[in-house]
């Protein structure tokens, strides 16, 4: 079955930095893949999808990268500020059922 | 629009009692699915319906779980009898038919089972 890895339980960076998050999954790639903010208390919002055709995709100061070959994306939050400080899950869609990451919890440090 | 609307906010039980979640999708959606969400083991999806039909229940863990769609804006997720190990936050997300697979959460319901 489908596994997900999100790099790291949590990840602190110190604010204007780039923040970069990791998704790796095994088995056969995904028709498409997901980026989501979750805060406490809330449910999840989406970000960004990104299709396995493409290489890269961008939305303000965030930009999503699919790597097919590594089975990887990288999710980066370029000029980091605190109130991006959240969770943030990525989820691949398999035939139209979503399996998602366990999360990295981003602490943008002032 | 109001977004997902999920009742109640908080649910606070005793084991073996009856828990029924309820959720309103957004307008015009044609897809709905049921997660959990815990500590332990993230988001899992338990099921989700296309037009108010099941599609994969695969994910809801044992026949004390039931879920059902009776029209286009109303879902409920049932648990009978209730454990402590379904102590977790649900939630319900919505989605269009056609569009780019972005799924809208409501804000959870945080059950509590004692």
């Known amino acids: 079955s489908q596994k997900i890895e999100q790099n790291s339980e949590a990840l602190n960076i110190q604010e204007g930095k780039t923040a970069t998050l990791t998704c790796n999954y095994t088995?056969?790639?995904?028709?498409?893949l997901q980026w989501y903010r979750q805060d406490p208390g809330r449910g999840p919002v989406f970000l960004l999808l990104i299709r396995e055709n493409e290489k890269e995709k961008r939305k303000e100061r965030l930009k999503v990268t699919f790597d097919t070959t590594l089975k990887q994306s990288l999710f980066h939050i370029t000029a980091s500020q605190p109130a991006d400080s959240a969770t943030y899950l990525c989820?691949?869609?398999?035939?139209?059922?979503?399996?998602f990451g366990t999360g990295t919890k981003l602490q943008v440090i002032p | 629009d109001a977004g997902v609307i999920q009742s109640p906010r908080h649910e606070v039980t005793e084991m073996g009692q009856e828990v029924t979640l309820r959720c309103k999708p957004i307008?015009?959606?044609?897809?709905l699915f049921w997660y959990r969400q815990t500590m332990m083991r993230g988001l899992e999806l338990l099921i989700y319906?296309?037009?108010?039909?099941?599609?994969?229940d695969s994910g809801m863990p044992e026949d004390r779980f039931s879920a059902k769609m009776p029209n286009a804006s109303f879902s409920t997720l049932k648990i009978q009898p209730s454990e402590p190990r379904d102590s977790a936050v649900y939630f319900c997300a919505s989605m269009r038919g056609t569009g780019d697979g972005e799924q809208f959460f409501g804000p959870g319901t945080r059950l509590t089972v004692l």
């Open positions: 989820a691949l869609d398999i035939s139209q059922k979503v399996t």
């Open positions: 088995n056969y790639s995904p028709a498409y």
């Open positions: 319906f296309n037009n108010n039909v099941p599609i994969d």
């Open positions: 307008s015009g959606h044609d897809y």
